[in-house]
Every structure is written in C-alpha cells, then in structure tokens.
C-alpha cells in the first residue's frame, strides 16, 4: 500500500513562515490534498489538488508538489494555526484514501 | 452547503458490533462518494471505507473482513458496521464526502465510539 512520511512536528515563531513536507513514492504524479485539524474538533481542508485553496482559506496558506515530497507552506504564521496538518491522497491501484502520519505545528 | 452528521452508541462492548449512522443534509447523496474514517484518541487519521450512491463500495484492507458500509438514498444516510470490535478499535468515527482527485471536503462533526465492557 501506499505510505505517506511527514515529520511529526513542526515549530515556528509567529510571522515567520512553516513549511510542513509529505514524502511519497513519486507523489508528484498524485493530487496531493492537506487537512487542518484542531484538539478537539474535524479535519479542515485547506488545500486540495496540490495547491488550490477552498473558498474561506487565506491565501497564506499555499500548497507545491513535486517528485517524492508535496510541500504546505503556511506564510505569516499566526497563533490560530497551531494544529494538527495531513497530507491526503488519493491512489486508484491500492488503498484509495492513504492519509500521512500527521505533523504538529507549534508556534512559538 | 452539505452538512453531515453521526449517529449511533457511544460504548459497544468487546466481539459485539459497531453500528453507526451518517444523515445527509444540504446536498444530495446521489453524488459523491460517501466515506467513514476514524482516528483513535491521540492518533492520527485513517481510512475505513467508501461507498457509491450506486451501491459499490471500497473498504481498507486492514479492515475489510469486518466492515460493511450500505447507502439508504431514500433517507439521504449511509451506514457503518464493524463487528468484532475490540479496545483497538476505539476512537472518533467521521463520516465525509470525497468529490473530485479523491479530496474529502465535507467532514461530520466526528462520534467517539468507546469499546469497553
């Protein structure tokens, strides 16, 4: 089946910029979809198909994604976007709905 | 604006079975795919299974001899079933939807499913 590596956490000071890697085997051929989830309560979809925002989301959250690590990259990171992060993908040939290990951001 | 919501008991008792209910507001079920996922206390997210408003349906392999998944379209519901269930078995079961590339855009509010005797 397919595996989806991400760090288990990830600090930053507010303002600066986190950038939250999900390896896989050439995930840069996958739509690669990121959740937000805070204690508490449901995942959040923040970017999906790589790199496109749902509508309410603020454009300092971007998305890239290239050969083996699909990148969320959260611009002026502010205290409401401490949370869980998941990367997400979708793979037709074995288990459709393969989820990453999760990735704790913590500002500082 | 689809919204979704879990139904069912909150304690199942070991080798007993898990049932589980998610009522469709705000869309049609006749699209989509309709999916539970669940995430164990302090873990992370995983995949259960999806179904079809057609009826086909896709179940993890780590799961698959025990879950059934079925769509009421008249009800606007789509169900779960876990039998056998033990300790491990415990956590947050979310039903969703996945639309286009897979993404899972409309999330329950999530159900904590204790399995204890």
């Known amino acids: 089946s397919y595996v989806l590596t991400q760090p288990p956490s990830v600090s930053v000071a507010p303002g600066q910029t986190a950038r939250i890697t999900c390896g896989g085997n050439?995930?840069?051929?996958?739509?690669v979809h990121w959740y937000q989830q805070k204690p508490g309560q449901a995942p959040v979809l923040v970017v999906y198909d790589d790199s496109d925002r749902p509508s309410g989301i603020p454009e300092r959250f971007s998305g890239s994604n290239s050969g083996n690590t699909a990148t969320l990259t959260i611009s002026r990171v502010e205290a409401g976007d401490e949370a869980d992060y998941y990367c997400q993908v979708w793979d037709s040939s074995s288990d459709p709905v393969v989820f990453g290990g999760g990735t704790k951001l913590t500002v500082l | 604006q689809v919204q979704l919501q879990e139904s069912g008991p909150g304690l199942v008792k070991p080798s007993e079975t898990l049932s589980l209910t998610c009522t469709v507001s705000?869309?049609?079920?006749?699209?989509?795919?309709w999916s539970w996922i669940r995430q164990p206390p302090g873990k992370g997210l995983e995949w259960i299974g999806y179904i079809y408003y057609s009826g086909s349906t896709n179940y993890n392999p780590s799961l698959k001899s025990r879950v059934t998944i079925s769509v009421d379209t008249s009800k606007n519901q789509f169900s779960l079933k876990l039998s056998s269930v033990t300790a491990a078995d415990t956590a947050v079961y979310y039903c969703?939807?996945?639309?286009?590339?897979?993404?899972?855009?409309?999330w329950g509010q999530g159900t904590l499913v204790t399995v204890s005797s």
């Open positions: 705000g869309g049609s079920i006749s699209s989509y795919y």
């Open positions: 050439n995930i840069g051929s996958k739509s």
């Open positions: 969703a939807s996945i639309a286009a590339a897979g993404k899972v855009d409309y």
